[in-house]
């Protein structure tokens, strides 16, 4: 079948990373990346299917690995060579149109008893990655033996499926993973009637988590920070309050918040501050203006992948903050134990998520793809996806 | 024998005009049969103002000489205008200097110690040392200073009370020393017709809850112009708390006058019409085009705000307070008065770098429409130079530019309020107490150099009566952003800005170009 596969190659990586990750570096044959026929992967245990991907999104964390800016340390978290994608709407063998829960726990390894972190219901947090009949792997994307969404044939178990309704269009139902994660993050940052929230950054996760804090923690104010036209557009779309600029995010939130704003050598802190912001670029900037204009004993959640950042900590410990992160989904207490992948799936049909994408590409076309999807934001793009419909016809 | 103002209509001989542009200058040629208006020549300054100062205070106006109101062991105040004006600020010494410096010698003879000095800055930011230092002068900071000398704070709880209300339910307050001295003697500058009177205490030692029952969207829209007391409701409502505190405490009042000579001999060119330029003053002028063509605004900010303009003092009147304005504000007209004949379709104006609350700072977007819409406008009697539903050009360059230590609210004022709504009225209902009570504003004008959190919105309601009148108000090499934020129109040029005018003017509209700074006030026949 044909796919795209990422090898681990520790020159290759070398390469695209003092490249500083460069598009046309990290999609050139010294890259990780590669376009081929591959094995198809082979179901695990008999209870295992065949998911045929229709649409597959390019997520900020497979630029990350492809442009050498991932953390290290999900590494030894990931089994080579790996069919990236993870964002996946696509067809079973008898024609059902499916997206996958890419989570790799306990009860799709086969381990039984779970884990006490699976048990809860949170299979993003499973002890038990390296167990059972398949490769290490946090995700379906980050597996070598589960396949990906950018290759024609992926397998999944079948608690991994879940069936998308006839009023979801494919290319609403791609973004159905990446927003239960940011469900999943709005659950977990709580914020009440009362708070002043505040959502950095308008990528993918970002809009996502804006659309999910409204619908599922309703703050006083909801503040994004975008950075383009089009998120700028979306964001408010999408039930933003207000939405800033990344510079005129400290007088901004200080005005809403009516606190009080200190310069400091570098850069400047508030006195008060948002109740409960949420971090969705995970870069050093981002991550260390969000620290220090939350207010004292306020909520950071880290939604968006951070790589090694340089944060710091000072106003975290000063301010008693907490900062917590937001990784994938499972299910909620705070909603009596429902799949969080069940109430992204309801929610989605009000919400138009199709307008969020585009441009889709053929495999054949990936360097396109990737570089459109690195420079997403500023191109008026939010989720550029893979579109492997035309590899079945 | 200096000359009056002038109206001159443009014929092919006429030279282009200047055009204040910021912190820059243009020479336009203005289209023919258009009306240029000139600002009268300045006054002959008095000779000796140490003695007009003396006689002033030995014979005042309804009321007894200063000297026997003094007496050993009262508690005296003395209260004086901020640095908002003269514009540009007056060279040394500041006239304030010279009477204050009168007073304190008489009281020190009478054998007063209780003396305090208070800068009435109202809600308007602290002065630095340096800039009170200026206007008092260097004896009285270094004996007062700083403290018996010292800046009016209205958000200061402690140290402002309660008068009363008015029998239109204004309320009072005032600085509480000044409230509990035997006699307070208020130094002013009169630069023009808006400032003095009742209104220097009612604003200069009042607070928020006190000024905001003037500085208010529907008093100034009730104001025509509020350059003009008798027209003005700013003014009514000033004069009715103005006498609840004359009714307090016992008021002795100062009010001094200067000339129009607002520039120094660099910028000499600036106060002359362009028909009488030297080639002295064109070579002035080209030196000074080139440098602001091409210097960064920072640069030229520092050039221009160094400047300091050789005032002379034309009167100086004591006693009580309606009696001293009246004659000041006779003084003042003398100055700046201009007959114009009938209202135009267009007015044109040319926006200078300099304004009553950007000393030291730039001329923020919302400080061009305080400035160009608010006082540039209103310098009128009887009715505007422009007729109702003409169109208004100005020149200034608009830049997205604050300073965070003067004008704080302003940015979120900008930013927050004129991105939900222009209307002075609806602003005012929504944001008012939000502006005025913003407790890290308030602490910023108390303990910084901030102007107060309300005060943005002042400076936007005194444009309401130009925005109210004009059909279109088009801004010529501004930031077009900025503009479209401000609720205008952009052009180019000077001849785009006609052309779009036509479109609610109508073809060959009638042209007036109001030729200032130095200041003028146009009295259009009725």
């Known amino acids: 079948m044909l796919a795209l596969t990422y090898a681990r190659s520790i020159p290759a990586f070398a390469v695209v990373k003092a490249a500083g990750g460069r598009a046309d570096v990290a999609t050139s044959a010294l890259s990780m990346l590669k376009l081929g026929d591959v094995p198809e992967p082979q179901l695990p245990a008999r209870d295992w299917v065949r998911v045929m991907p229709s649409l597959s999104g390019i997520c900020g964390s497979d630029l990350a690995a492809i442009s050498g800016h991932v953390s290290l340390y999900l590494d030894p978290l990931t089994s080579y060579p790996f069919i990236p994608g993870h964002e996946v709407v696509g067809v079973l063998d008898d024609g059902a149109r499916v997206v996958i829960e890419p989570a790799l726990g306990c009860l799709v390894r086969g381990v039984d008893p779970p884990c006490p972190r699976c048990a809860e219901g949170r299979p993003g947090l499973c002890y038990n990655v390296t167990e059972g009949p398949i490769e290490v792997g946090l995700q379906t994307g980050y597996c070598a033996d589960t396949g990906g969404g950018w290759g024609e044939t992926l397998v999944a178990h079948p608690s991994q499926v879940h069936p998308v309704p006839d009023s979801l269009t494919d290319e609403a139902a791609v973004l159905i993973e990446p927003f239960a994660c940011c469900v999943h993050a709005a659950l977990r940052g709580g914020a009440t009637k009362d708070d002043m929230v505040v959502v950095a950054g308008a990528g993918t996760i970002g809009l996502l988590t804006v659309a999910a804090v409204k619908l599922f923690t309703p703050p006083k104010r909801l503040i994004a920070i975008a950075k383009h036209p089009t998120q700028r557009d979306l964001a408010r779309k999408l039930g933003a309050d207000q939405v800033v600029a990344p510079a005129d995010v400290f007088q901004r939130v200080r005005f809403a918040t009516a606190a009080r704003r200190l310069e400091g050598m570098n850069r400047p802190l508030l006195l008060g501050g948002s109740d409960v912001t949420f971090e969705c670029v995970g870069r050093a900037d981002s991550l260390n203006d969000a620290v220090r204009f939350t207010r004292e004993g306020g909520t950071v959640v880290v939604v968006g992948m951070p790589g090694e950042q340089k944060v710091d900590w000072a106003p975290i410990w000063q301010r008693e903050l907490t900062v917590t992160g937001a990784y994938a989904y499972g299910t909620e207490p705070k909603r009596k134990g429902r799949k969080t992948f069940e109430l992204a799936l309801e929610a989605a049909p009000e919400m138009h998520l199709d307008e969020l994408t585009g441009p889709l590409f053929g495999l054949g076309e990936y360097r396109d793809a990737i570089a459109y999807a690195m420079s997403a934001g500023r191109l008026g793009a939010v989720k550029v996806a893979f579109d492997l419909r035309r590899l079945r016809a | ?526």
Request: with cysteine; hydrophobic share 40%; proline share 7%.
């Open chain 2, 1 to 526: 024998m200096p000359r009056p103002g002038a109206v001159i209509e443009v014929d092919r001989n006429t030279p282009p005009v200047l055009f204040h542009f910021g912190e820059g200058i243009r020479l336009e040629k203005m289209p023919l049969g258009a009306r240029i208006v000139y600002p009268p020549d300045p006054l002959e300054p008095i000779a000796h103002p140490e003695r007009a100062i003396k006689r002033a205070l030995a014979k005042p106006l309804e009321d007894d000489p200063l000297k026997s109101l003094l007496r050993r062991g009262m508690k005296m105040t003395i209260a004086f205008d901020d640095l908002s004006l003269p514009l540009p600020p007056m060279a040394a010494p500041d006239v304030r200097q010279l009477v204050m410096e009168e007073v304190i010698d008489m009281a020190a003879e009478a054998g007063i110690d209780d003396l305090h000095i208070i800068a009435a800055l109202g809600l308007h930011r602290r002065m630095t040392e340096d800039e009170v230092r200026h206007i008092v002068g260097e004896r009285i900071f270094t004996t007062f200073h700083p403290d018996r000398l010292y800046q009016h704070d209205g958000e200061d709880l402690e140290n402002n009370v309660y008068v009363g209300k008015t029998a239109q339910g204004e309320e009072v307050t005032l600085n509480r020393r000044a409230a509990e001295s035997d006699l307070v003697i208020y130094v002013n500058l009169t630069l023009v017709p808006m400032d003095g009177g009742h209104k220097s205490m009612s604003t200069g030692l009042a607070s928020f809850r006190s000024i905001r029952a003037h500085h208010n969207a529907k008093t100034l829209l009730a104001s025509r112009s509020y350059m003009n007391p008798p027209d003005s409701a700013l003014h009514q409502s000033c004069i009715r708390q103005g006498q609840l505190i004359e009714d307090t405490v016992r008021v002795f009042h100062i009010e001094t006058t200067v000339n129009n000579h607002a520039f120094p001999a660099v910028a000499n060119f600036m106060q002359k019409r362009e028909t009488d330029w030297t080639p002295q003053d064109q070579a002035m002028f080209l030196a000074t085009k080139q440098m602001t063509d091409i210097m960064p605004p920072a640069f030229k900010r520092n050039v221009f705000h160094a400047m300091r303009a050789p005032y002379g003092m034309t009167a100086v009147h004591a006693g009580q307070v309606d009696a001293v304005h009246d004659k000041t504000l006779e003084a003042v007209r003398k100055q700046i008065n201009v007959p114009v004949e009938g209202q135009t379709d267009i007015v044109t104006l040319g926006v200078p770098y300099l304004g009553p609350y950007n000393i030291n700072a730039p001329m923020n977007p919302i400080l061009v429409v305080c400035m160009g819409l608010g006082y540039l406008f209103n310098f009128y009697r009887n009715k505007p130079v422009l007729r109702k539903g003409g169109v208004l050009i100005l020149t200034h360059p608009c830049r997205y530019e604050f300073d965070a230590v003067q004008h704080p609210s302003y940015i979120d004022y900008y930013d927050e309020v004129l991105a939900d709504t222009k209307d002075p009225i609806e602003i005012e209902k929504k944001y008012e107490i939000r502006f005025a009570e913003d407790p890290w504003f308030r602490q910023l004008y108390r303990k910084s150099h901030a102007y107060h959190g309300i005060h943005p919105h002042y400076a936007w309601i005194w444009a309401a009566h130009a925005m109210e009148h004009a059909g279109d108000i088009i801004f010529v090499g501004a930031d077009r952003d900025v503009v479209h934020r401000l609720g205008f129109k952009c052009a180019t040029t000077l001849d785009d800005a006609f052309e779009m005018a036509e479109q609610t003017v109508g073809r060959y509209p009638s042209v007036t170009h109001l030729r200032t700074p130095p200041i003028m006030l146009a009295d259009v026949e009725a």
